[in-house]
């Protein structure tokens, strides 16, 4: 989950990702399993980690983004436990992972048999941590570098299936997310996860499933969050 905006939309410059970042998220993170999706392994922040006590000015120091990718978020855990379950709803599809953080959906549906798989986040730390992960679990994702929110549907490669997990935490980013993906819905199959913010749609939607998904107080004032995956329509 990295989904804030972007000043525009195209490949995002690497002037924030450290120099060498393999060894800054080897560094940084230990490598786990998300509650979830014990399954797949993945690069997290724990509480025996640097990032995880890391402030923003620490990070600001270090020229990177706030660890979004560091994280297993509610919607990402839901989206890959669904995947892994229902492989027939994935196999043979082309997905894109929008906003995909550490790429946890995207490396569960590379598991369940779709036929290739796109990463995209403003952060390309992000898209880093996504790669090593898919590395990690032995499946190839194919990473897509910029904020893609509002691109003509043309303009991508083509997609059967779009995934978005903790996209709408405000309204703002609601506001400009949701009527694209509604466009994309027109063309393609678009799932949103959601761990309940008042952002997220409430009409126009069809629920595909409802979980309680672990997280942690530090994350979400939580270690519980009602979950709900569902599929956009077009609108």
């Known amino acids: 989950m990295s989904a804030r905006p972007a000043s525009s939309t195209g490949s995002a410059p690497d002037s924030r990702q450290p120099p060498d970042p393999d060894s800054f998220i080897a560094g940084q993170t230990t490598i786990e399993v998300a509650p979830g999706v014990p399954e797949l392994r993945l690069h997290l922040a724990t509480e025996i980690t640097p990032i995880w006590q890391a402030t923003e000015t ?3 120091a270090l020229n990177i983004e706030p660890p979004f990718w560091a994280f297993s978020w509610p919607g990402s855990q839901l989206l890959a436990r669904y995947a892994l379950d229902h492989p ?5 599809r082309s997905v894109l992972d929008f906003a995909c953080g550490g790429g946890l959906a995207a490396i569960a549906c590379a598991r369940a048999g779709a036929k290739e798989v796109f990463v995209n986040d403003i952060d390309p730390l992000a898209l880093h941590c996504a790669g090593l992960n898919a590395t990690l679990n032995d499946v190839r994702v194919t990473p897509l570098p910029g904020d893609l929110s509002g691109t003509d549907i043309g303009d991508l490669p083509p997609i059967d299936l779009l995934l978005c997990g903790d996209v709408c935490y405000n309204q703002s980013m609601a506001d400009r997310l949701i009527p694209w993906l509604r466009r994309c819905a027109a063309s ?3 799932w949103m996860a959601d761990p309940g913010r008042p952002y997220a ?4 939607i069809e629920i595909l499933r409802r979980s309680r998904i672990a997280t942690t107080l530090e994350l979400e004032g939580k270690t519980e969050r009602d979950t709900t995956l569902y599929r956009i329509l077009p609108g």
Do not use: C
């Open 88 to 92: 027939g709803r994935i196999a043979g």
């Open 58 to 60: 620490h990070l600001d």
């Open 188 to 190: 393609m199959e678009v």
């Open 201 to 204: 749609p409430k009409t126009g």
